[in-house]
């Protein structure tokens, strides 16, 4: 049997007398989320579970508290945490294409990147002043005028034997050529012409003979040539290796505990050998270097000394745990970085320490949080946080590589593994979309932590929600409200779950009564928040969005839209649409008419006949 309700019976109002404060100034802040008990337990649960795909969807509403939870638990959870490595991109001097990657304890990175900047620099004066100490001078001089000597008693061996067959030594471009003397005088071509056949065969037979010899000797010198840069070039490496053994060794030393950095100095000086002429240059080569020199010489001093370099890509050094990161514009490059180019004479270059880290990155070892709906704007962005999520590893690249017509030759820096817990923050929307055509969301996300918008309305829940004014004055700097402002809030909140045994847990909607109380009661010059002033904040958020219903009702008063409410009439009932504006949503009355004739025999299926239906 239909019961007729009154409107008193629609509604619950909050007795003040059963508040047991004056004012919210008396209450403990609330430190928890309300009305969220299921939400709490999944994401507690998905925060302690270290597997795997174990990563978290937050689903609800907006407004009902996703973002801000988020930040509070994930902010608790961290502090636990021990604090992940520094990450470092370091030269490969083997494969300079593929940056290598270096994992460092926390603070190690910066570091390591302030003393590879002050070994070079150490290295540099000490080379430079090692190559022009006087003892090294003195010695390499000595070299030179040894085999310099040793190759001019060649060449005077061989003109002395050249004079004796009646020929004289000319230098030339194509080398050391002979000339026949005609009265201790070289012969001109002029009288070599005049001479009879017979002695231009015997000269010629000569010269030969000669030229035999000459090239022997030029053998020989260039033997002793080599000799000598190689006794040279050992000179330079001793000198270099007893200058730059104590800088090595001090770093070696202080980081033995890492064999990665132990190995990767190892490398660093058997460079500097390597390239110790450019090294011993140096000085050279900055006073006459210009930009192009510097553009057509690929191993000009500043690309030698930048591979010495040190890329801090993430530095914890002043993480207090595990990192957080949120990410609020979640691009391909600011999630998983990217490489960097350098514009230099039309054309852009690139070198590993322009590697930069993204956020997925910054994360790793803690917890990346992102607005999914942020992220779906983002091309490429999704597939990818897949990919590293599936392959437990980032790799830093830029987009379009691979839609290049012609490759073209890049960097390729060693992967990172990652080890991240990705919080994606949604509506139940793009929930039920990623859970129906997205086969990888099910593998990857699937701890669901979904948020309710209503709530029971019990005393307990009444407490909490004027502990959560307390908190909201005390961090927003509002007034305080007293006991019966605090009951009209909770019957809004009633008003809102649109049940009078629930509560609201939308709370930007409760929020915003807040602020608007507050700012009436200020303007009212009041120290406190009455009722008068929630009522005032409540119906003046009413009027700035009812137009449309107030110009509705207008045209059923004016007849305009007609609406019987007495009496009854055949085919005919009155109907409430409701209509959402947006931001307001209200009802609107409707007369419902219906036409009867007469139809075909049998039963009607009315879907059927609609089309709906395949019965």
Request: charged fraction near 30%.
């Amino acid at each position: 049997m239909l019961k007729k309700l009154t409107p008193d019976e629609l509604r619950e109002i909050c007795d003040e007398s059963t508040l047991p404060f004056k004012s919210t100034e008396q209450l403990t802040p609330l430190t928890d989320i309300i009305g969220q008990e299921r939400a709490v337990r999944a994401m507690e649960f998905g925060l302690k579970i270290n597997r795997k795909g174990y990563n978290i969807f937050m689903t609800g509403l907006t407004g009902t508290g996703k973002t801000s939870y988020a930040r509070s638990v994930v902010s608790r959870f961290a502090q636990g945490k021990p604090i992940p490595d520094d990450i470092i991109y370091v030269y490969n001097f083997s494969r300079p294409e593929k940056p290598m990657v270096i994992n460092l304890p926390a603070g190690k990175g910066s570091e390591i990147s302030k003393d590879m900047e002050k070994l070079i620099s150490d290295i540099r004066e000490e080379i430079s002043r090692a190559f022009n100490d006087e003892s090294f001078v003195n010695q390499r001089q000595e070299i030179i005028d040894r085999y310099q000597k040793i190759s001019m008693e060649q060449i005077s061996q061989l003109d002395v034997i050249a004079k004796a067959q009646g020929f004289a030594l000319q230098k030339t471009s194509q080398g050391i050529v002979t000339i026949p003397l005609s009265d201790t005088k070289p012969m001109s071509q002029e009288e070599f012409e005049t001479l009879d056949d017979e002695k231009k065969k015997v000269l010629e037979q000569k010269s030969q003979g000669l030229q035999s010899k000459i090239d022997e000797a030029i053998r020989k010198v260039r033997t002793l040539d080599k000799l000598a840069k190689k006794e040279l070039d050992e000179l330079e490496r001793n000198t270099a290796l007893s200058t730059i053994n104590p800088l090595f060794e001090e770093m070696i030393l202080k980081y033995k505990s890492h064999e990665k950095i132990i190995d990767y100095l190892k490398s660093v000086k058997s460079d500097f050998i390597t390239n110790l002429m450019i090294l011993k240059e140096d000085k050279k080569k900055k006073e006459e270097g210009s930009e192009l020199v510097q553009l057509f010489n690929p191993t000009a001093k500043s690309d030698i000394f930048l591979r010495y370099k040190v890329n801090l890509f993430v530095d914890n050094k002043a993480t207090p745990g595990a990192p957080i990161v949120f990410e609020t514009n979640p691009t391909y490059y600011n999630l998983f970085g990217k490489i960097e180019g350098k514009a230099q004479f039309g054309t852009i270059v690139t070198d590993f320490t322009v590697i930069r880290s993204g956020a997925i990155h910054r994360a790793n070892g803690g917890y990346l949080v992102l607005q999914a709906q942020d992220l779906f704007k983002e091309p490429f962005a999704w597939d990818a946080l897949k990919r590293a999520l599936s392959n437990g590893e980032s790799r830093v690249e830029n987009i379009g590589q691979e839609y290049r017509s012609i490759p073209t030759v890049t960097l390729k820096p060693q992967p990172i593994p990652i080890d991240v817990k990705i919080i994606l923050i949604g509506t139940p929307y793009i929930y039920s979309l990623l859970n129906t055509y997205d086969e990888d969301f099910k593998k990857l996300f699937k701890i669901k932590v979904d948020f309710d918008i209503e709530m029971d309305r019990n005393p307990t829940n009444i407490k909490k929600y004027a502990a959560l004014i307390c908190k909201t004055c005390r961090t927003q700097n509002l007034l305080h409200f007293d006991s019966c402002s605090v009951a009209r809030v909770i019957d809004y909140s009633s008003r809102l779950a649109e049940d009078k045994t629930k509560l609201s847990t939308r709370f930007n909607e409760i929020l915003e009564v807040l602020y608007e109380s507050s700012t009436w009661a200020e303007l009212d010059g009041s120290d406190i928040v009455t009722k008068e002033h929630v009522e005032k904040a409540i119906s003046e958020k009413i009027y700035r969005s009812n137009r449309i219903e107030e110009r509705i009702l207008s045209m059923i008063k004016k007849g305009e839209i007609l609406v019987d409410t007495e009496g009854a009439a055949v085919g005919q009932v009155n109907g409430l649409s409701v209509l959402d504006a947006g931001d307001y949503v209200f009802g609107q009355p409707s007369r419902i008419t219906t036409k009867v004739y007469l139809g075909d025999a049998g039963v009607v299926n009315i879907e059927r006949e609609a089309k709906m239906s395949g019965l």
